[in-house]
């Protein structure tokens, strides 16, 4: 229920903590005090981060668009979990919340999703009641630019790997 963003060098640039742990997760995890939501500068630009629904957050969000952020992180879980049951929770509606984000901070998005492997769902998933919940995959990420638009093609929800493009160059 954090992130930590590391400079080339190593040096940790920014570690916080989730502030509203949202649905199951406050069963396990506390809330932070949003005295981590900061921008800090670098080489590429100003970079922050938030973490899963932390983006439909309005006061969240404003306060890293306030601090002029250039590059935003979007980390994610994999969307893997009730993928048939809750379209709040899948690939569409999660790119479209990443979407506005970079919309309304005029800023590059960078947006990571985890994937849920095989091995995990046979690991966690010992019944076919509890396979319903859970399926292989569940990646979603992508980069958007400050107008919105997706500046790379879609990875395969089941896959990890670097884009063949490269936005940067295109």
Sequence with gaps: MGQMLISPEGEPLIVRRKVKPTLAERSVF?????SHLTV????IGRLGALNCWEHLQPLLK???YSQNEQIHTAGWPALALYRDQSY????EATWAVRQTYALEGQCYVLASTMNTTPEVVEMLCDTPEKKAY???GGGAS???GPDGRPLCEP????QEECSR?????D
């Design 134 to 136: 859970l399926a292989a």
């Design 62 to 64: 404003y306060a890293m």
């Design 155 to 158: 990875i395969p929800h089941d």
């Design 88 to 91: 709040a929770l899948g690939r």
């Design 30 to 34: 506390g809330e932070g005090d949003g």
């Design 40 to 43: 800090v500068d670098t080489g």
């Design 142 to 144: 992508m980069v958007f």
């Design 165 to 169: 493009s490269d936005p940067w160059n």
